[in-house]
Structure formats: structure tokens, C-alpha cells
């Protein structure tokens, strides 16, 4: 019989919140993320606002959108904003050089896309161009859009239908600079930053801004130490790092299926995904060495799995299936994050809509809602709650000589003192019994929900749009103080206790 896990689930500190930020999502110029996903033809026939296609929209209210990042990704650092401002049969017509070659019209600028996060009730979180523009063209964008002076600058936003300053704080500067942003080494770049950081104005109306520093790809723990040596903790507020999950694990050449994958890829993808709990703990070190009081956050503002793009797709538009193992991938890192609350404090999926690892998948007027978008639905409640501290630890799941952890978790306490419990079991045979011990919570009842499927490269379609889909879950039950949980194979459960 499967031996029962021993959980504490401790007090924590009442200061130390998971922030909202963790649960940040991206949309690029990339594919139909933005084109034919948010913003679509005005003869489509869905519900729109504008361009804005609002079943999307409304999809995405329900699990909170912390922030919105855009235009890029790659893309931002030939993002020039000008061109997508004003009247719009007058924008020039562009190439997307980095994603397809696509024909960009431009007809989605920075007013569609501030639109668009008003919509969403969600912050937007824009990446600066470092790599094919100007310190001034940054300079120019933000008082365009922050200023309240009378300047000809905020004249012309007024002109274009938006009257008072946006005040957009949070703003990265420059993305990927060692790579698709200019190939710069650390040392050129923190030069460079630091020259965009100090014309990175506020002004007086707008709240401070937020700059967020270009960080490293994976485990470049140089381009991460240069960075917090290089730049006064002062000019910047946050530093990124971007760490995606391929099934093989393999840049050049497949990255492995989306779909009818096998068990062994499942793992192997698992495994790689894992690998996030110490690419942060190192670079959190870092950042300590640097920043002992933790002023400086760390942004994991691109994450997910990356697979091979869906057979007779544009290999250019990364667009790609997602199954339960998505699913399982997006709750193991999630709680990866909601434990590293105290330097982890924001992180965006990569990306929202049609690209990568989606939340929302469209064909024409169809829409689906990815297991991915159900497990963001199911963590929406550790938003700025208070982190507990898990003590536990897990069994193993087993494929040939290797071995991963079984089961991963995270657990918070919101402000009416409800307590959530997210965990995922990612073995696809064995369920887990879990007894849990409560320190300093009361609470008189607990209930749940859980995603799960018979198979883990379960996905669902346009035909099948509910294959995966979230239900209540039973197998939880409160014994004296304790909770006492069994959790089925291959499943992302989160608990209620009140
Ligand atoms: O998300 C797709 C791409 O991945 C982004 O444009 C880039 O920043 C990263 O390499």
C-alpha cells in the first residue's frame, strides 16, 4: 500500500505575500497571439469590442490577469511605437522579421493594446525597444503616455483619444539583449541599461515607474551576477529571467510533440520542468550576494512548454497543442514560484493566446480554454495572499534508473483567512496519501477542485472542447486537526479549508 506523505503546512511570516505578479501573462506580435487571437477581423463573427475579440476577454477576467506583457519578446526590440499610434489607414505597413515575416499593418498599437488591458482589468507591463531603437524613442513613449505637461508629445496622445496620462509603470528595458535583443555580453548590456534607465523619467501624475532589467536565459548565472554587480540596486526595480521547458529537451533540432506523446516524454518534459526550482534558488543567490533585503525582483517574464509547432502550421508562429501535461507543467512551476515568493514576485506564461503554451486556443470563430487555463483558474486564489510553508517529503515517480519527486505543492492564506492548498501529483499510476498538519490555522471544513484525464496527453479541441476540464473534487476530508487527502494519479488538486 502507498505510504502516507506527512505534510506540515506552517505559520509563515504575515508580511511575506505571494505576489499577484506571479501570475502574469504575454502577448507578442508573434503568430495569431495578437493578430487573429486578441484582435481580429471586424468580419469575424464573435463578440467584439472594437477589434478586440471580447469571448477571449471575458475568459480571461475569470482567472485575473495580474499584468499583460507586450509587444515582445522578441519582437519589441524591433518594435517602433510610433508606427502603431494615430490614425490607422495612415500606419505604415512593417515586416516581422523575427516571427514569420509576417505582414504587420500596425493596426494594433499602443492604444489597442491599453484597451485591451483596461478590458482585461489587468496592468501592462511594456518591454522597451533597446536593441534597434533609441534612448529617446523610450524617452519619447513614456512621456507620450505618462506626462500630463502640455507638450506636443502629450498633445498628440490627446489627439488619439486618450486625454489623461496613462501612467504605465512597469517597463522592461530591452528583452533576451545577450541574444534576439542585440547578442550584447552582461557587461556591454548593464552600460546600456543603465544609459535607457537614467532617461527613464517619472513624471509628476503618474506613479513611479517599475524598470525591470533584461535578464538571463536559463542557468546564465554570469549574465545575472553581472547585472546585480554592474547596476545600483536604485535603477531597477526588477531583473528577468527566461527559462522555457522543451520535452527533449533539445534547442536545435525537435523539441518533441505537443500531442500523442509517450510516457517517457511525459517524464522526460517533467523533468525538465523541475529544473525551474534550481535555475531560481541559484539566481535568488545571486541576487543576495547583492541585495540581501530582497529590494530587487526577480521576473521569470517568459516560462512554458515549448514544443514542436502543430504539424501544417507556420513553423514561424509557434503555434501548438495543450494537453494535461501542460497542465501538470503550469501547476509544478507555479508552485515553484508561490515558495520563492520572497524574490519571485512576477512571471508571465508564454503566451496568452495561439502561441506556445496558451491559455486560449481560436480557429476562426471557435475558441477553446486549454487545461493550462484551467489551472491558472484553480490558482487564481494565491493572488497576493499570505505564503505558508510546506514541510514535506515526497515519494518518488520512477521511470527506468530515473527519478523525480512525485508531488509538488504550495499553500497561502488569503485575507479572509481562508487557506488554499495547491497540489499536483504528477505519477500517472500511483495516488498519494497526503496527512496534513495545520499550524495555527482553524478552520472547520474543506472542499476542492481538481484537473485531471484518463490519459496525460489528453487535449482538448474545437470539436471536444471540454476533454479536460476542472471538477469538484472529494478526496479530502478532515480527521480531528488533520487533513487527511488522497490525490489521484497525474492531477492538479487545490484545497479550500474555512
Ligand atoms: O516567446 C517566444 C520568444 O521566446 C520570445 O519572443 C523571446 O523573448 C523568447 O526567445
Redesign the pocket.
Known amino acids: 500500500a502507498a505510504q502516507t506523505v506527512q505534510m506540515t503546512v506552517q505559520p509563515g511570516d504575515p508580511k511575506l505575500q505571494i505576489s499577484k505578479h506571479i501570475y502574469g501573462h504575454?502577448a507578442?506580435h508573434?503568430g495569431r497571439c495578437v493578430y487573429d487571437g486578441f484582435w481580429v477581423d471586424e468580419k469575424l463573427n464573435v463578440p467584439k469590442q472594437g477589434r478586440i475579440r471580447m469571448d477571449i476577454v471575458e475568459a480571461l477576467r475569470k482567472i485575473k490577469v495580474a499584468n499583460l506583457r507586450w509587444p515582445?519578446?522578441?519582437?519589441a526590440d524591433a518594435y517602433h511605437w510610433r508606427d502603431g499610434v494615430g490614425p490607422t489607414a495612415q500606419r505604415p505597413r512593417t515586416i516581422n522579421t523575427?516571427w514569420g515575416d509576417a505582414t504587420e499593418d500596425n493596426s494594433f498599437g499602443t492604444h489597442e493594446f491599453l484597451e485591451l488591458c483596461k478590458l482585461l482589468g489587468t496592468e501592462p507591463y511594456l518591454a522597451a525597444n533597446v536593441g534597434s531603437g533609441t534612448v529617446q524613442e523610450m524617452a519619447t513613449w513614456m512621456e507620450y503616455l505618462n506626462s500630463n505637461a502640455d507638450t506636443p508629445l502629450t498633445q498628440q496622445r490627446k489627439q488619439n483619444g486618450h486625454p489623461e496620462p496613462y501612467g504605465v509603470t512597469m517597463w522592461g528595458i530591452g528583452?533576451?539583449s545577450w541574444?534576439?535583443g542585440g547578442n550584447m555580453t552582461a557587461d556591454y548590456y548593464t552600460d546600456v541599461y543603465k544609459r535607457y534607465a537614467t532617461f527613464a523619467h517619472n513624471y509628476p501624475g503618474s506613479p513611479p515607474l517599475k524598470r525591470i532589467v533584461s535578464g538571463a536565459n536559463g542557468d546564465d548565472a554570469n549574465w545575472t551576477e553581472t547585472c546585480m554587480k554592474n547596476i545600483p540596486l536604485n535603477m531597477m526595480w526588477g531583473l528577468t529571467l527566461?527559462q522555457y521547458t522543451l520535452p527533449t529537451g533539445n534547442w536545435n533540432g525537435s523539441k518533441g510533440k505537443a500531442t500523442g506523446f509517450s510516457e517517457q516524454e511525459y517524464f522526460n518534459t517533467m523533468r525538465n520542468c523541475l529544473k525551474m526550482e534550481d535555475i531560481v534558488t541559484r539566481h535568488s543567490a545571486i541576487m543576495d550576494k547583492y541585495d540581501p533585503q530582497k529590494k530587487v525582483a526577480l521576473l521569470v517574464d517568459?516560462w512554458g512548454v515549448w514544443t514542436d509547432v502543430e504539424p501544417g502550421t507556420n513553423p514561424g508562429f509557434?503555434y501548438q497543442q495543450n494537453s494535461l501535461r501542460d497542465a501538470l507543467v503550469a501547476g509544478t512551476t507555479l508552485n515553484i514560484f508561490n515558495n520563492h515568493a520572497e524574490r519571485v514576485r512576477g512571471a508571465n506564461l508564454?503566451?496568452a493566446v495561439n502561441?506556445?503554451q496558451a491559455l486560449v486556443l481560436t480557429d476562426k470563430e471557435r475558441m477553446l480554454l486549454t487545461p493550462t487555463y484551467h489551472v491558472f483558474d484553480l490558482y487564481q486564489v494565491h493572488q497576493d495572499a499570505q505564503l505558508l510553508p510546506l514541510q514535506f517529503s515526497s515519494p518518488e515517480y520512477v521511470m527506468g534508473n530515473e527519478k523525480i519527486p512525485a508531488l509538488n505543492a504550495s499553500a497561502s492564506k488569503d485575507k479572509n483567512g481562508v487557506v488554499h492548498i495547491s497540489l499536483v501529483n504528477l505519477d500517472t499510476k500511483k495516488s498519494q496519501k497526503l496527512e496534513t498538519a495545520l499550524g495555527g490555522v482553524t478552520w472547520k471544513s474543506v472542499s476542492g477542485r481538481i484537473l485531471t484525464s484518463p490519459k496525460v496527453n489528453d487535449y482538448n479541441t474545437f470539436e471536444k472542447p471540454n476533454t479536460v476540464k476542472l471538477a469538484s473534487f472529494s478526496g479530502a476530508k478532515k480527521r480531528g486537526d488533520k487533513l487527511a487527502v488522497e490525490i489521484p494519479p497525474q492531477s492538479v488538486v487545490v484545497l479550500e479549508l474555512k
Open positions: 504575454f507578442e508573434l515582445g519578446g522578441c519582437y523575427w528583452n533576451e541574444g534576439c527566461h517568459e509557434l508564454a503566451q502561441v506556445l
